[in-house]
């Protein structure tokens, strides 16, 4: 089973060839540097970056996989949740590709492809063995049963899952506002480090000390609420920041607003104490949320952008250990920011259950897609 996966539901233009889980090929354009200098994505300018890419990266990923559009048995697309003018340019092309060589549809929703994504596999792994959607044995993964937990961590998006099996998914918390990996970004922007930040934040944060500085933990005492919440923590760190400036000298004659600047390690030192916090939070919950849960769920399947941060996969091993719970990341991190690859993958569990889309003219983007 070869699919064709498309994915433009934000600023990076993705197409993968998937042949069941192996990732046959995973061409990823990104459009970040366009978009720098706005602080972040400009709608417009990224569906014109997409529409103007997407048949080179289509042309790539299928000379990579080193296959033919005879050989596609299925054509997958992101249609939500993401940036509604950039998805139409996926799905349009989708669309295309589908009528002109008589190629069946699936849609998929891009939370699902990160909540899956520690399933794909190499190119070159063996050959999974895919008994049911409730049993899965395959090479590296050994054996996964469920229900089991999801957590996915990304720039739009921060939920804790209950996957009851594949394809049935009831969500335990939610952000309230910003996304995990929303809330690193801004601190990165506040910190002057550029957009996208969150990987420059976490490479900062390195080098400083997470308990220079306090920030409140979001939610401390209140974790049995069960739900996410970062608008505070960065209303905090704004302050903190400007508080820290306006004691240091000044440094530049043309500071209008008479307030020095930071120097590189106080950047360290706050970039290590706002991640520390962050990531606090996420984990406080999630740890209260799976304390309710029988013992006998065993895994935690994490993806989305920021599961590829060193840190929070350490603190996630951390608190698993707690619970005797195996935690199962992408094999490479290039899976964790938006990428088809997963796409592909979570299209295949639905050609599993023969989920195909019958009516393709009417296949609409649907920006705020729930799992």
Same mark, same amino acid.
């Given at each position: ?5 498309i994915d433009?539901?934000?600023?990076e233009t993705?197409v993968?060839?998937?042949g &069941? %889980?192996? +990732?046959?090929?995973n *061409?990823?354009?990104?459009? #970040?540097?366009l ?5 972040g994505?400009?709608?417009?300018l990224?569906?014109?970056a997409?529409?103007e ?6 042309n790539k ?17 992101t249609i939500?949740? &993401? %940036?509604? +003018?950039?998805l139409? *340019?996926?799905i349009k092309k #989708?669309k295309?590709?589908?009528a002109?060589y008589?190629i069946?549809?699936?849609?998929v929703n891009?939370?699902e492809?990160?909540l899956l994504s520690?399933f794909a596999?190499p190119k ?6 895919i008994q049911?959607?409730k ?5 590296t993964?050994?054996?996964?049963t469920?229900?089991s ?5 990304s720039?739009?998006?921060?939920q804790l899952?209950l996957?009851k099996?594949?394809?049935k998914?009831k969500?335990?918390a939610?952000?309230q506002d910003d996304?995990l990996?929303?809330a690193?970004d801004?601190g990165a922007r506040?910190l002057?480090l550029?957009?996208p930040?969150?990987a420059?934040?976490?490479?900062m ?5 997470a308990?220079?500085y306090?920030?409140?933990i ?8 069960h ?13 903190l ?8 000298p ?6 209008s607003n ?7 390690q106080?950047i360290?030192?706050?970039a290590?104490s706002y991640?520390?916090?962050?990531f606090?939070?996420i984990?406080r919950?999630?740890s209260?949320?799976i304390?309710h849960?029988?013992s006998t769920?065993s895994y935690l399947?994490?993806g989305g952008?920021?599961a590829a941060?060193?840190e ?14 195996i935690p199962l ?5 290039k899976?964790c920011t938006?990428?088809?690859?997963m796409?592909g ?6 050609t599993q259950?023969k ?13 705020r897609?729930?799992?």
């Amino acid at each position: 089973m070869k699919i064709l996966a498309i994915d433009t539901s934000c600023d990076e233009t993705s197409v993968a060839v998937t042949g &069941g %889980l192996n +990732i046959l090929s995973n *061409v990823i354009w990104s459009q #970040a540097s366009l978009h720098a200098k706005f602080g972040g994505v400009y709608p417009s300018l990224a569906k014109r970056a997409h529409e103007e890419r997407i048949g080179w990266v289509i042309n790539k990923a299928m000379t990579n996989a080193k296959c033919q559009m005879k050989n596609i048995n299925a054509i997958a697309v992101t249609i939500g949740p &993401g %940036l509604a +003018i950039a998805l139409e *340019v996926g799905i349009k092309k #989708a669309k295309e590709l589908s009528a002109k060589y008589n190629i069946p549809l699936i849609t998929v929703n891009h939370l699902e492809g990160h909540l899956l994504s520690p399933f794909a596999q190499p190119k070159n792994s063996k050959k999974q063995n895919i008994q049911n959607s409730k049993k899965i044995i395959n090479s590296t993964l050994s054996k996964v049963t469920f229900p089991s937990f999801g957590l996915v961590v990304s720039g739009g998006n921060t939920q804790l899952i209950l996957v009851k099996e594949i394809g049935k998914y009831k969500i335990l918390a939610e952000t309230q506002d910003d996304a995990l990996g929303e809330a690193l970004d801004k601190g990165a922007r506040m910190l002057g480090l550029g957009y996208p930040g969150g990987a420059i934040l976490e490479h900062m944060a390195e080098k400083g000390g997470a308990k220079v500085y306090q920030l409140p933990i979001p939610m401390s005492g209140k974790e049995k609420e069960h739900y996410f919440s970062y608008s505070g923590l960065k209303t905090a760190m704004y302050r903190l920041i400007q508080e820290q400036t306006a004691k240091n000298p000044i440094r530049k004659p043309s500071a209008s607003n008479g307030a020095g600047e930071l120097t590189k390690q106080q950047i360290y030192d706050l970039a290590a104490s706002y991640q520390n916090v962050a990531f606090e939070h996420i984990t406080r919950v999630t740890s209260s949320i799976i304390s309710h849960y029988p013992s006998t769920i065993s895994y935690l399947l994490v993806g989305g952008g920021v599961a590829a941060n060193s840190e929070l996969r350490k603190r996630i091993r951390k608190m698993c250990r707690k619970f005797n719970i195996i935690p199962l990341f992408p094999y490479s991190k290039k899976l964790c920011t938006d990428n088809a690859a997963m796409i592909g993958v979570a299209a295949y569990f639905k050609t599993q259950r023969k989920e195909f889309s019958e009516v393709i003219t009417k296949l609409e983007r649907i920006p705020r897609y729930k799992i």
